[in-house]
């Protein structure tokens, strides 16, 4: 059998916070979902991101605890150009959320900069200075 990447669970304690940023973000996100404790999208290539509130995994798992201290996760997002970058982070940070890392020219190649959904995990902003 061959692996398949195909679905990505983030733990979340404000829910309409956490899909507000997704949606400003760009990913398509039900109407309504705020009050839902379990929340999916489709990416554009096929791959599922899932967000569950803490209390819903509680439900099922009574013991378990969230992780404490720094977030050990980074989600990547490749824009289409590198000024796609300057003006996503700058939406962002507008609109109140975490700029952790403002957009530069990184020495890899890429335009590149980080921000932090309201759970406190990176999400990372980034695309080619140059096709070649």
């Avoid at 061959?2 to 679905?7: K, S």
């Avoid at 949606?23 to 791959?47: F, K, M, N, W, Y």
Wanted: glycine share 8%; net charge negative; hydrophobic share 40%.
């Amino acid at each position: 059998m061959t692996l398949r990447f195909d679905f990505l669970s983030l733990f979340v304690t404000d829910m309409a916070r956490t899909l507000d940023f997704y949606r400003r973000l760009g990913l398509e996100i039900p109407p309504g979902a705020e009050s839902e404790q379990h929340v999916e999208a489709t990416l554009t290539d096929g791959v599922r991101i899932a967000w569950d509130h803490v209390d819903m995994v509680r439900s099922f798992s009574p013991g378990w605890t969230p992780p404490t201290g720094s977030s050990r996760i980074n989600l990547a997002f490749r824009c289409a150009e590198p000024a796609e970058v300057d003006r996503r982070f700058a939406e962002m940070t507008e609109a109140g959320f975490h700029g952790e890392l403002k957009p530069w020219d990184a020495f890899w190649g890429q335009r590149y900069a980080v921000l932090r959904d309201p759970e406190g995990n990176g999400v990372d902003l980034y695309a080619p200075l140059a096709e070649g």
